[in-house]
């Protein structure tokens, strides 16, 4: 059976948040581990582009866009 919190957007958007900004976190720590040059730009890229999509999450939230009003 599922569960009140579990049936509001909030909860699900809110976990997900929260693993995003784990997994940005986690990338951006490596970028000071790692020497290779294009390794270091990549793992930079992907922090943004997951940046993009927990600002996506947010967005939904709030009813911050056109698209999800």
């Known amino acids: 059976m599922v569960s009140e919190a579990e049936r509001d957007p909030?909860?699900?958007?809110?976990?997900m948040?929260?693993?995003l900004q784990e997994m940005i976190d986690h990338l951006r720590g490596d970028?000071?581990?790692?020497?290779?040059?294009q390794l270091k730009a990549m793992f930079e890229t992907a922090a943004e582009v997951l940046i993009g999509l927990?600002?996506?999450?947010?967005?939904?939230?709030?009813?911050n866009?056109?698209?999800?009003?």
Do not use: G, L
């Open 17 to 19: 948040q929260m693993r």
């Open 65 to 69: 866009e056109t698209a999800w009003r």
């Open 10 to 15: 909030r909860h699900h958007t809110q976990k």
């Open 54 to 63: 927990k600002k996506t999450f947010s967005d939904y939230e709030q009813k």
């Open 31 to 37: 970028i000071q581990k790692v020497e290779e040059p």
